[in-house]
Nanobody
């Protein structure tokens, strides 16, 4: 049974830093790309970043490029989102997502609030 559990959210000041984690279980983690999405109040869920199965290639939304970094540790079955220099508009619930055989699996999310 696939499980994705996000953690690390909270309050952070603009210009600070925060690291989100997503612990995965129930599937061969090293065999699949992983993604982070976010959903701000009143807005649709949007893709933030993706990392390939081996961790070599990454892709980012233009809005976070140069500030956020997605990395994975296949030995720990965990994917991270390092948030540097966050802005108030980054405030959202952040979710990790797996697509496996055409089915999307989501965690329950972790709330990030960026404010002074």
């Amino acid at each position: 049974q696939v499980q994705l559990v996000e953690s690390g959210g909270g309050w952070v000041q603009p210009g600070g830093s925060l690291r989100l984690s997503c612990a995965a279980s129930g599937f061969t983690f090293s065999g699949y790309a992983m993604s982070w999405y976010r959903q701000a109040p009143g807005k649709e869920r949007e893709l933030v970043a993706t990392v390939t199965a081996g961790g070599v290639s990454t892709n980012y939304a233009d809005s976070v490029k140069g500030r956020f970094t997605i990395v994975r540790d296949n030995a720990k079955n965990t994917v991270y989102l390092q948030m540097d220099s966050p802005k108030p508009e980054d405030t959202a619930v952040y979710y990790c997502k797996l697509r496996k055989r055409g089915v999307d699996y989501w965690g329950k999310g972790t709330l990030v609030t960026v404010s002074s």
